[in-house]
């Protein structure tokens, strides 16, 4: 079933966009990409414990902005890391907690997304809630972990609104189930491939000869490129694409992949995973362009690898999938990954932002055409 938009008007915002196309998730229009078969959400939450909370910013004309938080499970993350790891694809961001993470491969706050400038506002709202957990009275050390991308073609990035009753809000309210996508949370001011971008998740379930786990992924998307569903040209057919003499179009933005699965792996093996997640942007049109802040940070909610902060062990056991065990989940990630960027696109809605500046959403019925005609479509009746 379609998910129809909640068109809001705030003074007066958007008078000429109020016929916008009834939206929906990639799959609702028969795109399906890979082989695999998503989780019931398809969503990062399909992975258990997983939680995603929003706090979308839209006020007057300039603020178009917010933060989304994904938290690993529902314990003190501080006293029960999990492994993680991060990988970079194109490092011109101002991710923050990122090396301790690649140093000791855990994760011990839950990971927040927002604008360039309000990464640092938003770790120390993160240290602050940290901090004021019950059991973390004697903590004197936190690792935040808060990535970003640049939202200030339609945000009043300078402003820096995002505050710390903002982010708490966030975490209060992050739930498991269906998770909000498009104009939300962190992604409610991006653009993505020459259209309005957003926040996209989705999932995918393994077979149980392969262990029958969850690789859930979430998406910030910011950058730009040529884009291409399901191997069709939708960006040059659509004539908006980069070096097509369109004067704004943003190249330049970055890409945040958050990767949550309930395999046993170490951090070794979760940076392989990250890793492989960059190869959905070029399945979808990125090239990693000079100004674009690619990351991707993957974590494991198995049971038997949290690591405890007051750990007794000298010497620990953990339960680790063999490497030879890995491809099924690589192929998982990338899969995902295409998904949760189409599901960004597809959800999105056109936005008005400073300046009288306008970024369109995905055309739905020019798309579906243009992939019908490259039959793109797994499913074509939709």
């Not at 129809?4 to 990639?26: F, K, N, T």
């Not at 706090?55 to 300039?62: A, M």
């Not at 993350?77 to 301790?100: D, H, Y």
């Amino acid at each position: 079933m379609l998910r129809y938009p909640v068109i809001i008007c705030m003074l007066g915002l958007l008078p000429s966009l109020l016929l916008a196309q009834e939206r929906g998730r990639a799959r609702d229009f028969g795109i399906e990409p890979g082989i695999l078969s998503p989780g019931p959400w398809n969503a990062i939450t399909d992975v258990s414990g997983v939680k995603v909370g929003h706090k979308t910013l839209i006020r007057g004309e300039n603020v178009r902005t917010g933060v989304t938080v994904i938290l690993p499970h529902d314990g003190n993350l501080f006293m029960e890391k999990v492994p993680a790891a991060v990988s970079v694809g194109n490092g011109f961001g101002k991710a923050i907690g990122f090396t301790q993470v690649q140093e000791l491969g855990n994760l011990e706050t839950p990971i927040a997304l927002t604008n360039t400038l309000n990464v640092f506002s938003v770790a120390g709202a993160l240290v602050e809630y940290m901090l004021t957990l019950p059991g973390n009275e004697e903590v004197k050390s936190v690792n935040p972990v808060v990535g970003e991308t640049n939202d200030g073609w339609l945000n009043d990035i300078r402003g820096r609104h995002v505050q710390e009753s903002d982010i708490l809000e966030a975490l209060t309210n992050a739930s498991t189930g269906p998770v909000p996508e498009g104009n939300v949370g962190a992604g409610t001011g991006t653009l993505c491939l020459g259209f309005k971008g957003g926040i996209g998740t989705s999932s995918r379930v393994l077979s149980e000869s392969h262990g029958g786990y969850t690789v859930g992924v979430l998406v910030q998307t910011n950058f730009g490129g040529i884009l291409t569903i399901n191997g069709a040209p939708v960006g040059e057919a659509l004539d908006n694409y980069y070096r097509a003499a369109l004067d704004d179009y943003q190249v330049d933005g970055s890409c945040m992949i958050v990767v949550a699965t309930d395999a046993p792996l170490s951090a070794r093996n979760l940076e392989r995973l990250a890793k492989r997640s960059f190869l959905a942007l070029g399945r979808v049109g990125s090239f990693m362009s000079n100004g674009s802040g690619d990351y991707a940070i993957a974590f494991s909610t198995h049971p038997e690898c949290r690591i405890p902060y007051r750990g007794e062990e000298a010497v620990r056991t953990v339960s680790e999938l063999g490497n030879d065990q890995l491809s099924p989940l690589f192929q998982a990630v990338v899969e995902a990954t295409e998904e949760a960027i189409y599901n960004s696109l597809f959800m999105a809605e056109d936005m008005k932002g400073q300046k009288g500046r306008v970024e369109a959403a995905l055309p739905i019925e020019q798309t579906l055409d243009i992939l019908d005609r490259h039959g793109a479509r797994t499913k074509a009746e939709h």
